[in-house]
């Protein structure tokens, strides 16, 4: 169990059969979990007694301090109350104390159960942004932003399933089910006669790593259905670039020879290297939303995103700013030279059949 624990974990044994563990400090309720999962999974190994396998088993009562008690002896009792709930429940598994911490628990096992279906159930679905080319006011782009139409809790924004699937590894489906929807919906936009744009995706690092992401597939997929070289940009966030490993090198190396654009997403909250943006051969660089937020307010920002776009240039990266939403950012972007624009002043994410009108009411004049 020691082994299990961590230096600034604490474990005892306070009765027979009883240990109590004080984990300091818990980051996250998954953290947590994955600590008395492997607890259990240690203890259920077999003990070789006088040539004998011998089998026992473990139930886990979880505590927490300070919301279900700030008082040890107190926390000590619910941990047993829980315990005995764990007991109850069928042995070899745990128990939280609060109802409540109870029900996230379970909720989250079964958002799990439901991401994992709701791909064969059509329940995903991509919105698309427009992305605005500031030199002469056209959309030129749109970025694709994954949607889930939950049966019952409605329509769910990534934030609140992306990392989940990233933590279950469902990510690598969902990520196929992003590129083959955004290319077959470009498809379509093309045979509609609608004005030729590309489309950006959002890649997650997990998709990268250990060649899980195969750039030369999907370069056959897109010529198979007729679509021009550079029709699908991927869009990558900052912080990968911190741990890059070899095998996220090669992905992106592939992704660049089969012709696909690469956008480095939310730049500036990262490690903000631009000697990597070099190195990765990215396209684009996209000034992350908080910058742009407080333009007006705060000059730092303000001289960051001059400065990202002047450095971003010199190095023959275009630069897309994130999160427009006021008059006000666009001409302070446009003045610092700035290549294109995406926010909410022009339009937010929209159904395919939205964007596709959006597109085709664009004045021949553009939008700036
Ligand atoms: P992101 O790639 O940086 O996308 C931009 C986010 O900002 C989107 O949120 C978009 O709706 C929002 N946004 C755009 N313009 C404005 C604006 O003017 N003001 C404000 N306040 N917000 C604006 P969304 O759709 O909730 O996506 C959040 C994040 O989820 C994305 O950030 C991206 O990292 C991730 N994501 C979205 N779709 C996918 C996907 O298909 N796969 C993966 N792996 N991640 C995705
Ligand atoms: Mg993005
Ligand atoms: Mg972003």
Not at 3 to 21: K, N
Not at 173 to 192: D, M, P, R
Not at 253 to 274: E, W
Request: hydrophobic letters at 40%; glycine letters at 6%; a negative charge.
């Amino acid at each position: 169990m020691k082994q299990l624990l961590r230096d600034s974990d604490f474990l005892a044994r306070y009765s027979a059969d009883e240990f109590a563990v004080i984990l300091n400090p818990i980051d996250s309720l998954q953290r947590l979990e994955h600590t008395a999962q492997s607890l259990l999974k240690a203890l259920s190994q077999p003990f070789s007694i006088d040539n004998d396998s011998v089998y026992i088993s473990a139930s886990i009562g979880i505590s927490l301090f300070p919301i279900d008690s700030e008082n040890a002896p107190q926390l000590l009792r619910n941990a047993d109350q829980a315990m005995s709930a764990a007991k109850a429940q069928g042995r070899n598994g745990y128990h939280y104390f609060k109802p409540a911490m109870q029900e996230a628990a379970r909720k989250r096992m079964q958002l799990i159960s439901e991401l994992r279906h709701a791909i064969t159930l059509n329940q995903f679905e991509l919105h698309y942004q427009p992305i605005i080319d500031l030199s002469d006011g056209q959309i030129v782009k749109a970025e694709a932003l994954i949607r889930w139409h939950h049966p019952e809790r409605g329509l769910l924004t990534p934030d609140h399933f992306i990392p989940l699937a990233e933590e279950t590894g469902f990510i690598h489906s969902l990520g196929e089910w992003v590129f083959t929807t955004a290319a077959e919906q470009l498809k379509q936009w093309q045979e509609l006669g609608l004005p030729t744009i590309s489309v950006s995706i959002n890649a997650s690092p997990l998709q990268l790593q250990n060649g899980g992401l195969k750039p030369g597939d999907w370069a056959e997929r897109l010529s198979g259905l007729g679509l021009p070289d550079g029709s699908i940009v991927v869009e990558i966030t900052e912080g990968l670039m911190i741990e890059t490993s070899e095998s996220v090198k090669t992905t992106l190396q592939q992704l660049h020879s089969n012709q696909f654009g690469i956008a480095i997403d939310d730049f500036g909250t990262g490690y903000s290297s631009l000697a990597y943006l070099k190195e990765f051969d990215a396209d684009f660089l996209k000034i992350d939303r908080r910058f742009i937020q407080n333009l007006s307010s705060n000059s730092d920002d303000a001289a960051l995103c001059e400065a990202m776009i002047v450095m971003a240039h010199k190095l023959g990266i275009q630069v897309i700013a994130e999160g427009i939403e006021t008059r006000e950012q666009l001409e302070f972007i446009r003045y610092a030279g700035c290549d294109h624009a995406q926010g909410w002043l022009f339009a937010r994410a929209l159904p395919a059949d939205g964007f596709a009108a959006y597109l085709q009411q664009c004045p021949a004049n553009g939008l700036v």
